[in-house]
Nanobody, 113 residues
C-alpha cells in the first residue's frame, strides 16, 4: 500500500491550494478516504472524508464551506481543494485510507503573510 501526497506549500491568508493523494496497492474504488492534519503541538484531527464512490462526504466544522474533498477512482487519487486559507490551517496534511488503515507521509501547508 502506498499513499503519496503532493500540493502543499506556502500560501498567503485568503489563498488556495489543492492537495492530491495518489494511491496504489489496494482497491482504491472500494475504500473510504480521508484527509487529516496535525499542527505543531496538537493532536492529529480529521479534516474531511469521502465515501468509496464519492456520494457521501464529511467535513470538520472548522473547514466547512472552505475545503472540498473529491476523488477520481479512474486515477486512484483523492483531492482536497482548500480555499480561503487561514493561518490556523497551517499543519502537516495526511492522506488516510480507512481500509487498509494506511497513512501517507504528509505534506506541509503553511499559511502566512
Amino acid at each position: 500500500v502506498q499513499l503519496v501526497e503532493s500540493g502543499g506549500g506556502l500560501v498567503q491568508p485568503g489563498g488556495s491550494l489543492r492537495l492530491s493523494c495518489a494511491a496504489s496497492g489496494f482497491t482504491f474504488s472500494r475504500c473510504t478516504m480521508a484527509w487529516y492534519r496535525q499542527a505543531p503541538g496538537k493532536e492529529r484531527e480529521l479534516v474531511a472524508s469521502i465515501s468509496s464512490v464519492g456520494d457521501s462526504t464529511y467535513y470538520a466544522d472548522s473547514v466547512k464551506g472552505r475545503f472540498t474533498i473529491s476523488r477520481d477512482n479512474a486515477k486512484n487519487t483523492v483531492y482536497l481543494q482548500m480555499n480561503s486559507l487561514k493561518p490556523e490551517d497551517t499543519a502537516v496534511y495526511y492522506c488516510y485510507a480507512v481500509r487498509p488503515d494506511s497513512w501517507g507521509q504528509g505534506t506541509q501547508v503553511t499559511v502566512s503573510s
